[in-house]
């Protein structure tokens, strides 16, 4: 199901990040994972991921500048990469912020696996068609 699938996690937990990991391998998804921003970002330019799903809570640079900064790259495959806040941040006001930051999708922790890989399946189906109705 997610066998094409290149997913950047970012949680400023490990067990959170082991988890994702764990979660979305088992339908066939390449995981990388980062535990800040910067490293995030670091990881962007190196592994050209189809998908990034952060947490918002972290120390430092929350999910909500990585998703800004990441709007703001000039590479197009990097800024308009599809993305998903991942995130105990339930409220509304959260989830207004997250899609204004950027975000495509917002999910609450914990989450249902099966939700999760049918999201990202759904999120990164539709990333490539724009991208083939955009070439």
């Known amino acids: 199901m997610l066998r094409d699938a290149k997913v950047l996690v970012v949680d400023d937990e490990a067990d959170a990040r082991d988890l994702l990991d764990f979660i979305l391998q088992k339908p066939g998804a390449t995981v990388e994972l980062a535990a800040s921003t910067g490293e995030a970002l670091e990881l962007l330019h190196i592994s050209r991921p189809t998908i990034l799903v952060a947490d918002i809570g972290m120390p430092g640079e ?19 990469l ?3 806040a991942l995130t ?3 409220r509304a006001e959260e989830r207004a912020q997250a899609f204004s930051a950027g975000f495509q999708s917002h999910m609450t922790k ?13 999120m990164v189906e539709e990333a490539g ?5 955009s070439s």
């Open 62 to 80: 929350d999910g909500y500048e990585l998703m800004r900064r990441v709007r703001t790259l000039t590479q197009p495959d990097l800024a308009l």
């Open 129 to 133: 068609r724009a991208m083939g109705q």
């Open 110 to 122: 914990p989450v249902e696996p099966s939700e999760l890989i049918a999201t990202i399946a759904r």
């Open 82 to 84: 599809p993305a998903m």
């Open 88 to 90: 105990a941040y339930a």
